[in-house]
T-cell receptor, first 111, second 114 residues
Framework: EAQVTQNPRYLITVTGKKLTVTCSQN?????MSWYRQDPGLGLRQIYY???????DKGDVPEGYKVSRKEKRNFPLILESPSPNQTSLYFC??????????FGPGTRLTVL | AQTVTQSQPEMSVQEAETVTLSCTYD???????LFWYKQPPSRQMILVIR??????QNATENRFSVNFQKAAKSFSLKISDSQLGDAAMYFC???????????FGAGTILRVKS
């Protein structure tokens, strides 16, 4: 089944404790992105990647890191999480600039 | 920068009736994509319908159709024969033809009454 997977689905952590949210797709898509969803703001892009070893900032990259060492994986790293990073996070992938397919979301709470 | 506006925070519709969700956007580009995504309580983002700006014909997918007015920069979603399973948050989104970023509206919560 073609899909985008994210882990974990839920995470509660404390300020300053490094964490990684994994994202993997099995559709051989070149493009991958991370978004965060906050009430009243819709989804906003954090980082995106056009291919292996090619990443760039989206609209809200502060406090986040990404890497793209393999085509199928695009992890999101929060090296020192803060409470304002409490949000719902989505990974998405697409073939070229066509329709993006979303993972199931990760609910992150930073205390 | 492109922006997407959904002016209706919440809408209600009676089961089996028709409802229209509004979306306007701002861009200086001539080629782009527009999307409607549905987010049910499960939080999954589900593609409802997609429109390419260079196509004048309005996209349709079963009970879902759009009214795409390029000059007015308007992209409304019509849901016919509404069902309880249509209750969700609906997001309008814009993507430039060569870009990788979706720009989302704030969303419209649709409630379906039985």
């Amino acid at each position: 089944e073609a899909q985008v997977t994210q882990n974990p689905r839920y995470l509660i952590t404390v300020t300053g404790k490094k964490l990684t949210v994994t994202c993997s797709q099995n559709m051989n898509h070149e493009y991958m992105s991370w978004y965060r969803q906050d009430p009243g703001l819709g989804l906003r892009q954090i980082y995106y990647s056009m291919n292996v070893e090619v990443t760039d900032k989206g609209d809200v990259p502060e406090g986040y890191k990404v890497s793209r060492k393999e085509k199928r994986n695009f992890p999101l790293i929060l090296e020192s999480p803060s409470p304002n990073q409490t949000s719902l996070y989505f990974c998405a992938s697409s073939y070229g600039t066509d329709t993006q397919y979303f993972g199931p979301g990760t609910r992150l709470t930073v205390l | 920068a492109q922006t997407v506006t959904q002016s209706q925070p919440e809408m209600s519709v009676q089961e089996a009736e028709t409802v229209t969700l509004s979306c306007t956007y701002d861009t200086s580009e001539s080629d782009y994509y527009l999307f409607w995504y549905k987010q049910p309580p499960s939080r999954q983002m589900i593609l409802v319908i997609r429109q390419e700006a260079y196509k004048q014909q309005n996209a349709t997918e079963n009970r879902f159709s759009v009214n795409f007015q390029k000059a007015a920069k308007s992209f409304s979603l019509k849901i016919s024969d509404s069902q309880l399973g249509d209750a969700a948050m609906y997001f309008c989104a814009y993507r430039t033809y060569y870009g990788n970023k979706l720009v989302f509206g704030a969303g419209t919560i649709l409630r379906v009454k039985s």
